[in-house]
């Protein structure tokens, strides 16, 4: 656009104190001061076509200069904001900026809803997409709006957790089985029960595994809970003493020590070694029911199998079968006396003799 100036006369005849023509020198200064401000000869590159700004220049970009530094520019449909070169349709860079943040979004609470982003074969009317916002109680929320909408996340361009349209979340599981669904390697399983779908599912094709990690003088457990108890059954490992334990009812019935010796019913320390071969009890089965104890050193005048029933100061009986020289074998029945003495009271040989 090239500068029109209005021909108000010359000095000599200047009609100074005319209205018009003081009002002319005032539309020439006006026009001047625009020219000049928005680059002069530059607007040749610039047109306002109706609502259109158009740029014909060699770069097609439009400049919003508010502080001589080139803050806005729109080049090829791409928008930059403190950069000559975006490369998106929207490109924020901070050019060493001082400020906290750079896009700021603020909305009364999550209608409007801060940001959505849609797909427009998916996305296609405002109610799906995924959508940011901030509510009023300072909940902040991340959520994937439509029927059949899921939620990914991933890194390096690889998606490694999901959660579907119902809340199961899977860990590089695309098709997540129960509530949360942690896959290493495939099962060949594509189906569980409607309780299973309840709870965790550790998925892999040798080895599923749930571990604890703890210091050296802490504690792993899996717990059973109700409104009654926070520890109405578990299953502890305390890791100060290596010990194995149960609970049941808030309280312990069976524990384990580091040797593998066993405890029922009390905690005190006082361990058995529990050895069961076959069948303890059979209840209404073809077979007899029987309790087997076997004895790997072969010495000779030992105890190979023994029971034994006592009261709280010691004193009972039992029953072993005792390895004399010669590898023949003898029932036993003894007793403790009340000087707690082990004392034999009838045995029976390999040979049926008393």
Known sequence: MTQQVVDVGSSANDGTGDPIRTSMIKINDNFTEVYTELGG????????????????????????????????????????????????????????????????????????????????????????GLSVAVDDAGKASLIVRGASSTLAFGTVATEFMKMDATGQ?????????????????????????????????????????????????????IAWTDANSATLGEIKYDHNGNILSFTSNTAEVMRFNAAGDMSVGNTNGDYSQLGIVGPVLNVGGADNGWVQTTHTDAANDETVGAFYSADQNGLGSG??????????????????DAGLNVVEGFRLNGLGNV
């Open 41 to 128: 000869a530059s607007l040749s590159n610039l047109s306002l076509t109706g609502n259109s700004i158009i740029s014909d220049d060699t770069n097609g970009q439009i400049i919003l200069d508010p502080n001589g530094t080139g803050d806005v520019i729109i080049t090829s449909g791409n928008l930059g904001i403190s950069t000559s070169t975006p490369v998106a349709r929207l490109e924020v860079e901070d050019n060493a900026s001082t400020a906290s943040m750079l896009v700021k979004i603020t909305a009364d609470d999550q209608t409007p809803w801060g940001l959505i982003i849609g797909n427009d074969t998916f996305s296609t009317t405002d109610t799906d």
């Open 169 to 221: 979340v899977g860990i590089t599981q695309a098709t997540p089985l129960a509530n949360l669904h942690v896959t290493n390697a495939s099962s060949a399983v594509t189906a569980v029960t409607a309780q299973q779908a309840k709870g965790i599912i550790i998925e892999g094709s040798l080895q599923a595994q749930l571990t604890f990690l703890n210091t050296t003088s802490g504690f792993g457990s």
């Open 319 to 336: 029953m072993s079968l005792w390895r004399e020289t010669g590898n023949s074998m003898l029932l036993r029945l003894t007793y403790r």
